[in-house]
């Protein structure tokens, strides 16, 4: 698994071993990228992203590497919510993201509260 455009292209990404976690997959995310930014390349600079049930953090991070300013990675699971951080750390990632370590249906209400609004929002 890897990154497909962007900052980050080609850099690999982790996973978990097992079945437990299934990731996006590379052309997928392909795909949906490529549709979103349809003959505009520049079409995700400084948007915000939900990354929900991130897994391995894939989806957000491909957001990142294209432009994204700010990604927030929801995962109750805490190996999963792990390995995005490690996946993160592996890009050299420091800013422009958050985990949260939490249910979705817990974590939603508690970001409304906070006032953060989403452009993208990616449930998988």
């Given amino acids: ?30 795909t949906l990228f490529n549709v979103l930014t349809a003959g505009n390349p520049g079409a995700l600079e400084g948007t915000v992203w939900l990354d929900l049930y991130a897994g391995t953090g894939a989806v957000g991070i491909e957001a990142l590497s294209r432009g994204a300013s700010k990604v927030y990675f929801v995962e109750s699971s805490a190996g999963a919510a792990d390995l995005v951080q490690t996946n ?15 249910d979705v249906a817990r974590a939603l209400p508690k970001l409304e509260t906070l006032g953060i609004t989403a452009d993208f929002i990616f449930l998988d």
Avoid: C, N, Q, W
């Avoid at 982790?14 to 392909?30: F, I, K, N």
């Avoid at 993160?88 to 939490?102: A, H, M, N, P, Y």
């Fill in 88 to 102: 993160l750390r592996s890009l050299e990632v420091k800013t422009g993201f958050d985990v949260i370590k939490r």
């Fill in 1 to 30: 698994m890897r990154v497909i455009a962007g900052k980050y292209r080609s850099r690999p990404l982790a996973s978990l071993r097992g079945l437990d976690l299934r990731p996006t997959a590379d052309r997928v995310r392909e």
